[in-house]
């Protein structure tokens, strides 16, 4: 390599010529070459031989003025072989290509026709992630009633009004007359003359001719329809596999959505360690519009971050606590959680009353002569849990102040409270229901004797549930439009437009969010309980969602501001679908007792003829050839039960054993950042001490200082 007075180097051995300006340094000069030919050594363009590589090549690369790395990547250049592509891959590779661009195109113009894409827009730039994550929520639910709507209309709603439509020939699945012939009897039609009153009476609480509509189980029938010489459709067996797989298409598509909720919460785990950061680097939303939505999200920031140093403040004073104030705390605690209990069993109580005396009082002749009389008697239970379900949260909100939690604590031991007040509510509910239909599960009770139900009091049992749960619905829909249209608007004016102090004190309503996401997933979990008594809940709850989307749309913007107590929304999200999902599981406990132990009702809907809904299926497996019986009968046996149990187990205990070991290292790691956060807090500290204004402070008598080698050895 010689160089000459312009700067420029010549390789000898490689031909090879580089510039470099003398005031460049010696970064630059690695990262900025002027070639005058390209910078492959000799064989870089496909030219490969032995000598190449351990000869003259290899000695040329290394004589070049390079780093290292740059000289691996032209040795791996070199050494490339470019591939011979025919005519047929490319033509595959440019097709991919066009595949490619099209799917990102139609995923492009697909983002364009979400629903209400535009509404969640705005109302995110106006009121925050937070709030907009509530109605992301409710259009979820709309999707997933609508889908769920599809399924039971598609196998279930629309095959039976074509077959009764068309009067198609059906084989029974079996004979009415094998069960007593007082329990055969159903007829819900009026007879003699009708008010018009009662039309209106029947469409609220589903009674009279809704009963025999396709809203209601009893209407269906109990049979194998002949559609063609060689294929019959299982009226039965369709309808209990459209609610297995409905339920199995809502617990799909929850756990999908709640994969990334779970992955955040994960991370940002309880918040000891990230809060402060969070709030810091991550609490700004960028979707804001406006000088007032920008203002409101500070507002919220600034909340969120006087209540972590509050909930510091309060982990300070709990940490210096004496072994009196602690007993009396726990004391006081457990006082407080005695009245909490009470309240929610008198709750329960009250539910489980109603739901007696409102079906004795519906057999009472002063009863049912008076229109209005017997519409409250029929919505009793419902007007129950409504009630219930407002007044116990707002007494658990007072009680709580007194227990002296964070925050934080009172929110969430909050929203347990109102969680399992509403699901255990429509439990209570349900007992009740199962109560009266069972005879108490006593099956030898006079009233039970007969038919294995009571069927003096509910004929069509199935229906009576669905009523129930339709009831349940519409009366929940009532009372929002009229709190938003008798209380919150009223509110909006006066508060607007009266200049008195309490009233400008008291101000708009504020929007909860988590408040409103339980009454979701209540509506929800009702639907998902009555969908195999009243088939068509799923369309009218997605109407329901519909307008209550608009509702309360309308709502915010005119007459709502946002919670003061803030909800972040990236882990809310997981929240709901968790409680969600609990809901589910709720909702799937009364549907496998009643398909498994209850006896169905003789005078009406497609199990009419069984002893327990679930004998369709092992009478259908009979239809099937021997090869496919053995198989599901293997399936249903012990040999496969027990190795699948097993195998479970092993791959339970094997993922309890890796989440074992992730969470160590996940708590090793979070402790090794507090610890490096502390010895930068001191790291800081020790330098503002040996700082030149500090030093003539804390010199001692003598004059001396500390010597600034101290400062290198902390930062080393």
């Known amino acids: 390599m010689e160089w000459n007075q312009s700067g420029r180097g010549t390789d000898r051995s490689s031909g090879y010529q580089y510039h470099y300006p003398d005031s460049e340094s010696l970064r630059s000069r690695t990262s900025s070459h002027s070639y005058s030919r390209p910078p492959y050594p000799p064989g870089a363009q496909g030219e490969h031989s032995p000598g190449d590589e351990t000869g003259e090549g290899v000695k040329a690369l290394r004589e070049l003025p390079l780093c290292l790395a740059q000289k691996r990547i032209l040795s791996k250049v070199s050494q490339m072989k470019i591939p011979v592509v025919t005519k047929w891959q490319s033509w595959k590779l440019s097709k991919s290509k066009s595949m490619k661009k099209l799917g990102e195109e139609v995923k492009e113009a697909s983002h364009y026709l979400k629903l209400w894409r535009k509404a969640l827009l705005k109302i995110g730039g106006n009121f925050g992630s937070g709030i907009q994550s509530y109605f992301a929520f409710l259009r979820f639910l709309v999707l ?56 209106l009476l029947d469409l609220l609480s589903g009674t009279g ?100 140093l509050e909930e510091d403040a309060l982990r300070r004073n709990a940490a210096s606590r004496t072994l009196a104030q602690r007993v009396y705390l ?78 934080t604590m009172q929110i969430k031991l909050t929203l347990i409270r109102s969680v399992f007040l509403r699901l255990t509510s429509l439990g209570v509910l349900l007992y009740s229901l199962w109560n009266q239909i069972t005879c108490g599960g006593e099956p030898r009770e006079s009233a039970c004797r007969r038919c294995d139900y009571n069927y003096a009091q509910y004929p069509c049992w199935e229906t009576r549930v669905g009523q129930e749960m339709y009831k349940l619905m519409i009366f929940d829909f009532i009372t929002g439009v009229v709190v938003i249209l008798l209380v919150e608007f009223p509110r909006r004016m006066l508060v607007d437009h009266c200049s008195c102090k309490p009233l400008q004190l008291w101000g708009r309503q504020e929007f909860v969010v988590p408040e409103n996401v339980l009454g979701l997933v209540y509506a929800q979990t009702v639907v998902w309980t009555g969908a195999f008594f009243c088939p068509l809940l799923p369309l009218i709850n997605t109407v329901k969602f519909i307008l209550l989307f608009y509702f309360k749309k309308l709502t915010l913007f005119q007459n709502c501001r946002p919670a003061s107590r803030t909800f972040r929304s990236s882990t809310s999200n997981f929240f709901f ?41 092992p009478q259908s497996l009979t239809s099937l050839p021997k090869t496919a019986q053995s198989f599901f009968n293997f399936l249903g046996s012990q040999a496969f039960a027990v190795p699948l149990f097993l195998l479970s187990c092993l791959v339970f205990s094997y993922m309890a054993a890796m989440a074992s070991v992730y969470g160590n290292n996940v708590a090793q790691l979070k402790a090794q950042l507090k610890l490096e956060g502390r010895d930068k807090q001191f790291l800081v500290k020790r330098i503002s001490e040996l ?15 500390v010597d600034i080698s101290e400062t290198r050895e902390l930062w080393e």
């Open 330 to 407: 726990y004391t006081l605690r457990g006082v407080l959680n005695l009245l909490v209990v009470g309240l929610i069993l008198a709750a329960f109580y009250c539910i489980y009353r109603a739901s007696e005396q409102s079906s004795i009082l519906q057999e009472d002749p002063s009863v049912k002569d008076n229109f209005f009389l017997l519409l409250l008697v029929q919505y009793l239970p419902s007007i129950v849990i409504t009630a219930a379900n407002f007044l116990v949260p707002t007494l658990c909100d007072i009680i709580i102040r007194f227990e002296r939690y964070s925050m």
């Open 144 to 199: 997933l009633n609508f889908m769920t709507f599809l399924l039971i209309g598609v196998f279930v709603v629309i095959p039976n009004i074509v077959f009764r439509t068309l009067n198609l020939t059906s084989l029974e699945t079996g004979s009415n007359a094998s069960g007593p012939a007082e329990c055969l009897h159903y007829n819900p039609s009026p007879q003699g003359l009708v008010y018009f009153y009662s039309y």
């Open 209 to 308: 001719f809704m009963e025999l509509s396709s809203l209601f189980y009893g209407y269906y029938q109990n049979s194998e329809v002949g559609v063609s010489s060689q294929f019959s459709y299982n009226v039965p067996l369709a309808y209990l596999l459209t609610c297995l797989f409905y339920i199995l298409l809502s617990l799909t598509w929850i756990v999908l959505r709640s994969g990334s909720g779970f992955k955040l919460s994960v991370v940002t785990g309880d918040g000891d360690l990230s809060s402060y950061s969070m709030s810091v680097f991550c609490g700004w939303d960028f979707g804001l519009e406006g000088e007032q939505a920008a203002r409101l999200k500070q507002n919220s920031i600034r909340y969120e971050l006087q209540v972590e």
């Open 577 to 617: 679908l968790l409680v969600l999902l609990l809901g589910l599981g709720l909702a799937c406990v009364p549907l496998g007792y009643s398909v498994a132990v209850i006896h169905p009702s003789f005078g009406c809907g497609p199990f009419r003829s069984l002893s327990h809904m679930w004998d369709v299926v």
């Open 691 to 705: 700082t030149p204004a500090n030093q003539k402070k804390s010199a001692g008598p003598s004059g001396s200082v």
